[in-house]
């Protein structure tokens, strides 16, 4: 199986700056697609930004301009970079990967998430 564990998580205030980092572990034969989602309280969870094998990005509209997604392909390791954060980025993050394990099928798989906290 793939394990995918996050970090960089914490309360900061409003227009600072945190670095979520995910390594994926386990029985990896490839890691496709990464990304970082997030789910506020009282609300679905919705992708923030994502990565493919080969450098391509898409981001949600409300963190364009503001965050930064970016892997190691090597590590099996992806990051995001938040820049001035607002109140509403308040959620937890879980990080997520497309991935094929050795010997088996390709599958979606999920960290445990890591709460990020802006305060006004």
């Known amino acids: 199986q793939v394990q995918l564990v996050e970090s960089g998580g914490g309360l900061v205030q409003a227009g600072g700056s945190l670095r979520l980092t995910c390594a994926a572990s386990?029985?990896?034969?490839?890691?496709?697609?990464m990304g970082w989602y997030r789910q506020a309280p009282g609300k679905q969870r919705e992708l923030v930004a994502g990565?493919?094998?080969?450098?391509?990005?898409n981001y949600a509209d409300s963190v364009k301009g503001r965050f930064t997604i970016s892997r190691d392909v090597a590590k099996n390791t992806v990051y995001l970079q938040m820049n001035s954060l607002k109140p509403e980025d308040t959620a937890v993050y879980y990080c997520?990967?497309?991935?094929?394990?050795?010997?088996?099928?390709?599958?979606?798989?999920w960290g445990q998430g890591t709460q990020v906290t802006v305060s006004s």
């Open positions: 997520n990967a497309d991935a094929r394990i050795v010997g088996g099928i390709r599958n979606d798989y």
């Open positions: 386990g029985s990896i034969f490839r890691v496709n697609a």
């Open positions: 990565i493919t094998s080969v450098g391509y990005t």
